[in-house]
DNA sequence: TCAGATAAAATCGCGC
DNA sequence: GCGCGATTTTATCTGA
């Protein structure tokens, strides 16, 4: 008496569910493969002499609108101003 | 032989764990009262034509050591500019 | 001409800004010391002998609703049985 | 007419630093593309009668080891009966 | 081993 | 009301 097939005496679909189940296994399994050579690729700039710090915050502000960019930017001084941060 | 009140057969002090879990549970509710005085302040500010979002981030910049943020600061602007970022 | 007494060269309310974020600051700087607060107790309870991986989550499970709790617990029951995870 | 290979006033390579900043965008990109289709796979079988929070559950179980799974459950369950969490 | 940084997950609030 | 985006919290990982 395992999963039989056919009659399925819960509720649920287990084929249906074991299918998806799966897919989001291969999808993440993409994905950590991904964030590791992300991972490669800022070690490998750091060897280099660059801050990966400092570029993920470039890549950061790279992915913005520049529109918007700019406005923040301009908001965090004005703000920023008018409380002396930098003073 | 389940559990009975006054002998305690398996390995766990359970006064003591009992005490520890609501000492964090009281801290963790503590801890939730002072996040929500928080969204209400930046709720007001909000209602007062300030931007939360920038609110934040000068708050945040307000914590970093002024010269660690300087230099940071720099490095943003020597990276982006390399890169055309600002231009 | 409201906001500053001398220069206010700008649209903003200096004094109700800084107001803002010092009210945050100190609720920030409030919730830091509870948040440290609560990883002592939980080292504390580590040198008894208590896991805090294990603790987290009970503390996380008492939160919750017992009603929503036990029927969450019988759906990764069904799940889980459906592709023989508990096998 | 900008940024010229050759003279390089600052101390920064340029062409290096682009072409890790552009390696990470690209990844960044694939790894966002992957992220949409697990979502897309959650919202299909939750069109479908499951639901997303429990499957979601139930991968990150499956990610587990086994032994280190039935051992946290273990735990769990000695913890919360000696707290009476599921009386 | 422990603290700090990074990434993942869950939660919350907004906009459609 | 529901998905989407942002924020916050949790967990993992790295380096001291």
Redesign the pocket.
């Known amino acids: 008496m395992t999963d039989t097939p056919s009659t399925g005496h819960n509720s649920l679909n287990n084929s249906a569910l074991r299918a998806y189940v799966e897919r989001v296994e291969r999808l ?1 399994e993409e ?2 493969t991904i ?1 590791e050579d ?2 490669e690729v ?2 490998e700039a ?1 060897g280099n002499g660059y801050d ?2 400092i570029m ?1 915050k470039i890549v950061s502000l790279r992915q913005q609108d520049p529109d918007k960019r700019k406005e923040e930017r301009a908001l965090i001084e004005l703000y920023g101003d008018a409380l002396g941060l930098f003073a």
Chains 1, 2, 3, 4 share one sequence.
Request: charge should be positive; hydrophobic fraction near 25%; avoid cysteine.
């Open positions: 993440e994905k950590r964030a992300i991972k800022y070690a750091k990966p710090k993920r």
